[in-house]
């Protein structure tokens, strides 16, 4: 066992012995292993089993005052993958009753899923806990965190009807909230056709990103552990990192977003990996923007296995249009920093295919 694996052993240690303390004592005692903790894991990740003691810590109610459970939430920096076992423990403390933690701690432990989910073991097991997940909604306190989850982790299979149903219900009774409208707009992608008596949908949430600096810090926390163990990046999957790129907000790429799927095909947005792009290749159906290959490494893969005359015009239209748009805007004298934002994706992309 090296230092830090014995400082963290120590301070967690320390902390379960403050935890059985009552009352301003337990408070006193637990300060200082837990400002250790945090900073051990802020500087080197968190095992699995640190992770999972912590864990334990976190879902089990009145052990600590709210700010100090918030604060080990936003330092739970997995070094390695998160296990099955985790995920399902946190699922589980989430609603409302006896032993349950409080709302602002689910809210922060649902934040964390969201912005861990692409370091999963296995994201299958959320898939498999969508009903339980789904019918936590009415839960106002957490809502908005769950409906990013949820849009995350949808695909065609978990669009059912009576799901359908109760977001519509649960939408109008709480006047169209934005992050009810942003999961039944994902709805809506995977069949247009029975949203398509319904109208505009309003205000809608977009699910970007809760904090790209925390996530640039877990990529430098597992960039480094991989190479430690002389093994690549555990937050690589596949050889790639999907979802998981800071947006611009001035960049010109569109999002993947198909809309014309049928009952047989299958959207890019479904796949997860290289072994779901192989399994379903030939349903596979293209996006509404075909230049947003430029922003998805596993479209990127699907365009130069598949190639065709099509796609290729679609893409070279695209970007003539896009010149010739920002031809004006320099003419006019209008800055704009999506040119030098599309170059950079086009290089990446002329990288990676190596045309």
Request: with cysteine.
């Amino acid at each position: 066992m090296d230092q830090v694996e014995s400082e963290m052993e120590q301070a967690l240690e320390e902390l379960s012995t403050a935890l059985e303390s009552r009352g301003k004592e337990r408070k006193s005692l637990a300060e200082a292993p837990l400002e250790q903790i945090c900073n051990i894991a802020y500087r080197h990740g968190l095992s699995e089993d640190h992770l999972d003691t912590l864990t334990d810590i976190i879902v089990r109610p009145n052990t600590l005052g709210t700010s100090a459970v918030d604060r080990l939430i936003k330092n739970l920096y997995p070094a390695g993958l998160i296990s099955d076992k985790i995920a399902v423990k946190v699922v589980g403390c989430l609603g409302q009753g006896v032993g349950k933690p409080a709302p602002s701690v689910q809210d922060g432990l649902l934040h964390w899923m969201i912005m861990t989910y692409t370091v999963m073991e296995d994201r299958m097991v959320l898939s498999s806990l969508y009903g339980a997940l789904f019918n936590l909604l009415d839960m106002i306190t957490i809502r908005k965190p769950l409906c990013h989850l949820l849009a995350t982790i949808t695909r065609r299979k978990h669009v059912r009807p009576f799901r359908i149903q109760m977001l519509l219900e649960l939408s109008r009774k709480a006047s169209n909230e934005p992050s009810l409208m942003g999961l039944i707009r994902v709805y809506k992608n995977y069949y247009p056709d029975v949203f398509g008596s319904i109208g505009p949908l309003g205000k809608v949430a977009t699910f970007s990103h809760p904090d790209p600096e925390w996530l640039a810090h877990l990529h430098s926390i597992q960039d480094s552990s991989g190479s430690k163990d002389g093994g690549r990046p555990m937050t690589t999957r596949d050889g790639f990192r999907r979802g998981l790129t800071k947006k611009n907000k001035a960049g010109a790429v569109p999002e993947v977003q198909t809309s014309s799927a049928t009952q047989t095909s299958i959207t890019i947005e479904e796949v997860d990996n290289v072994d779901d792009l192989v399994d379903h290749l030939e349903r596979i159906e293209l996006p509404n923007q075909v230049i947003s290959v430029l922003g998805d490494p596993l479209l990127q893969i699907y365009l130069s296995i598949r190639p065709s005359d099509t796609i290729r015009k679609r893409f070279h239209h695209w970007l003539v249009s896009f010149f010739e748009d920002e031809l004006r805007c320099i003419q006019a004298g209008i800055s704009s920093q999506k040119l030098s934002s599309l170059l950079e994706d086009l290089l990446e992309y002329t990288q990676f295919t190596k045309v």
